[in-house]
């Protein structure tokens, strides 16, 4: 099975910042790996497809990027209504695996 | 729109079964292969299964394997996952999620509110 890692594992930020995150797959998934925020009690919700393709409807300040191994999750500039926890996902192969999940809150 | 309404949660005891459901609208179900994914109380992330758009293909996780059964009605527009034998590790949100083909892979593009499974004594 392919391993996800992220880090941080959480942090905490301001309105208006710039956060990265930073995925890492165990073996090269080219760029077969998604993005998702979850907010509490609330379904997982798709931001990012092949590494780097924003979902329709998602707003400009996500953008992610990587391939291989290594991908990273970056939201540009920190809004209200993006406290929330992150997971990356490979889509390589079965069975699919997420990431533990990366928390964004309030400074 | 897609609409994905999971439902058939609730209490168990260990070992025994329950059947969950995900009823689907505002897409060509039997287009598309479906997904189950869980998360325990505050936990992250964890995939079940897949069944492809026309219930030919089947994976599961190694957790379920041989214990859980994904199925689908395309007659219905419904998802199905049956799950026998529960173990107390079972206890989780259940999600079904609809994937979307790209580049020759698919990933889970639309996801159900979820509906939770509790496997207790």
């Known amino acids: 099975d392919i391993q996800m890692t992220q880090s941080p594992s959480s942090l905490s930020a301001s309105v208006g910042d710039r956060v990265t995150i930073t995925c890492r797959a165990s073996?090269?998934?080219?760029?077969?790996l998604a993005w998702f925020q979850q907010k509490p009690g609330k379904a997982p919700k798709s931001l990012i497809y092949a590494a780097s393709s924003l979902q329709s409807g998602v707003p400009s300040q996500f953008s992610g990027s990587g391939s291989g191994t290594d991908f990273t999750l970056t939201i540009s500039s920190l809004q209200p209504e993006d406290f929330a926890t992150y997971y990356c996902?490979?889509?390589?192969?079965?069975?699919?695996?997420f990431g533990p999940g990366t928390k964004v809150d309030i400074k | 729109q897609v609409q994905l309404v999971e439902s058939g949660g609730g209490v168990v005891q260990p070992g025994k079964s329950l059947r969950l459901s995900c009823a689907a609208s505002g897409f060509t179900f039997n287009s598309y292969g479906m997904h189950w994914v869980r998360q325990a109380p505050g936990k992250g992330l964890e995939w079940v299964a897949i069944?492809?758009?026309?219930?030919?293909?089947?994976y599961y996780a190694d957790s379920v394997k041989g214990r859980f059964t994904i199925s689908r009605d395309n007659s219905k527009n419904t998802l199905y996952l049956q799950m026998n034998s529960l173990r107390a590790e079972d206890t989780a949100v259940y999600y079904c999620?609809?994937?979307?083909?790209?580049?020759?892979?698919?990933?889970?593009?639309?996801w159900g509110q979820g509906t939770l499974a509790t496997v207790s004594s």
């Open positions: 073996q090269g998934i080219s760029n077969y």
């Open positions: 996902q490979q889509y390589k192969s079965y069975p699919f695996t």
């Open positions: 999620a609809k994937e979307h083909y790209y580049d020759s892979s698919a990933y889970l593009e639309y």
């Open positions: 069944i492809s758009y026309d219930g030919s293909d089947k």
